[in-house]
Nanobody
């Protein structure tokens, strides 16, 4: 069982930045591809970004390209989401997720999920 714990969410003004972290309990963190998803109130969960085991393959949703950056530190068992130029439409609960080996843009492909961290962008 892999446990994931997100942190770093909060309230920020439009144009501001936040850095989300997701710490994992995985003994072999580098065995897992990692993803970030988000869910706004009243909406379905949507893909944000995903990264392969060693960072060689990265995917982004079109609406976050150039503003959000996913990265990972396998020595620290942690994946990050650097969020710049934030917009009110980025307001959501952000979740990290893990799946073996291959990254995916599909939420149902992921085996493990964190509890989420709230990001609120004020206009």
């Amino acid at each position: 069982q892999v446990q994931l714990v997100e942190s770093g969410g909060g309230l920020v003004q439009t144009g501001g930045s936040l850095r989300l972290s997701c710490a994992t309990s995985a003994r072999a963190f580098s065995d897992y591809a990692m993803g970030w998803f988000r869910q706004a109130s009243g909406k379905e969960r949507e893909f944000v970004a995903a990264i392969s085991r060693y960072g060689g393959t990265i995917y982004y949703a079109d609406n976050v390209k150039g503003r959000l950056t996913i990265s990972r530190d396998n020595a620290k068992n942690t994946v990050y989401l650097q969020m710049n130029s934030l917009k009110p439409e980025d307001t959501a609960v952000y979740y990290c997720a893990a799946r073996p080996v291959v990254p995916s843009k599909t939420a149902s492909d992921y085996n493990y999920w964190g509890q989420g961290t709230q990001v609120t962008v004020s206009s």
